[in-house]
């Protein structure tokens, strides 16, 4: 078979293989220099972050023992020998965990109500004032950069410490992110249905309502039910900074050493967390068909 | 101008009975999902502790302490906020490099049309799903047992949960791709490692730069918190304004990390324009 393919005669050859040299040649230099770059930038950024290697390769062996640790129960043995003293706090932990689902649950409906009430003033093809789309835009956008649990600081402060706290932490930045993809979802939207209700003399609010909504409820949903689940795992950490859920049990698990205790919690909530994202994928295919689980 | 013909409503109401009278368990679906969300809203409001008079004073509270906030002012400490977010910076961009370079390999893993078996890839699944399910706070908090305090464990607190993620996404992009190129290749006798060279990288890797880049950009966000469990960074100077209540610090620290994303986003919206192209750029 090899015969078949057919080998140019040797100037022709030479030509071909110099033009390719030549195009790669070129593009070779620029990864080179980018890549040079990005090295630079990275031994920049290995300095700014302290990274000191032998302090790594001397406590690594902590990291995994710290695993060994978590996974070994006070009398020596492993964790899944006894289930039942390794979730003691099982019935504490279990309501915590209801708690922090519950914080996302209501976070998220506030979030999703008001990034509905503000997404229309948002997107371009709908908003009634260009100045009002700025001002919107502008408000959604700190909503969403500011980290939830730097709001939840704040919260803390103004509400005292406790679930509520962080269910306003969530809710704010729900609003930014759901604000700004529902708005997306708006812009996308065809506009031939608002032109036929407009016709008809109907205001900007039967406009949004009769001509936009059907075609953008469900996409709506869509994002919110993945809202939900980014937020139960954003919620199992709020207790960190005192604003309720789970993640207060953790830390201090974590702070004080008990070991069989984090991997319990850890186990719990990686287990809901997996419940919750196998639920709303559920519910997802379910309510929109297969096409709109992204 | 010609009259419609009227409709004849008994007709049509036989021809379509569904749409006139649709059976009652369709037509209460919807009403009855939203009381039934409605009422689990209402039971997380008692539950969770919200009452009136907490959220007025709250917001009353709130409301002052915007008042304070304002004008943002770093005070004598603008240099340690500027070491600071550099510090964050580098925890972003060196702990989003390390999950990219470890998650490659284990991606292909996870990918079906490298590893067609499901007893390797399943497990291999399954803990990059527990990956991430783990918070990166978590993570933080870790780290700082195994290497102290500081931003080195947040670079590997950053590094290990976007494992997880990058795992995923990667070894979605590698299922993606097309498969002619790696029969090509394959055609003219070249090995697996060939395959995986010549035929799938050039099709995954612009797409897994982009990729790279976004998270990049989340991580400046990601970097700036966990500074709040101790991990270093500009979280460290803000948790530590909050709970001194000194407020015009507090919200310049905002403003710089505000200023900080806005830049970040920028240069890698650029950046990501210049290597997959217009129409890729999400």
Redesign the interface.
Known sequence: MASAVSILPGPQLAALNDAYRKAVASKRLRMTLATAVFSACLIIAAIGAEVNLRTFFTHFGNFLSYFDRIFTLEDGTRVWTNIGEWFWGWRKWLWMLGETILISYVGTLIGAVLAFVLNFFAAENTSPVPWLRFVIRRLLEFARTVPGIVFALIFVIAFGLGPTAGVLAIAIHSTGALGKLFSEIVENADMKPVEGVRSTGASWLSCMRFAVLPQVAAGYASYALLRFEINVREASVMGFVGAGGIGQELVVAIRKFYYSDVSAILVSIIATVFIIDIGTGWMRSRLFGREART | MSQLPKPDSEQLRAKYPDVFDRPASSRLAMPAMMIG?FA??I???V????SPA??IS??S??GW?TLMMIPPDPGSSLPLYLTAL??T???A??GT?IAAVLALPVSLLAARNIVPSGFLRFPVRRLL??IR???T??WA???I????L???A???AIAVSDFGAFGKLFSEAIEAADKKQVEGIRASGGNALHEIRFGLMPQVLPVIAGQVLYFIESNT??A??IG??GA?GI?LQ??EQ?RV?EWQK?SFL?LM??VA??AIDWISGKLRFAIIGKRAVV
């Open positions: 969300a689990i809203f039971f997380g409001l539950d969770l502790e919200f907490k959220l709250g917001l509270q709130l302490i550099g510090e910076l580098s925890i961009l060196l490099t799903d527990s399910g783990v918070d706070l978590i908090l870790v780290w047992n195994v290497v102290g500081g931003p080195f947040g670079v590997l966000r990601s700036t918190i709040i469990v270093g979280g803000l948790a909050i209540l507090v905002i990390i505000l994303v806005a």
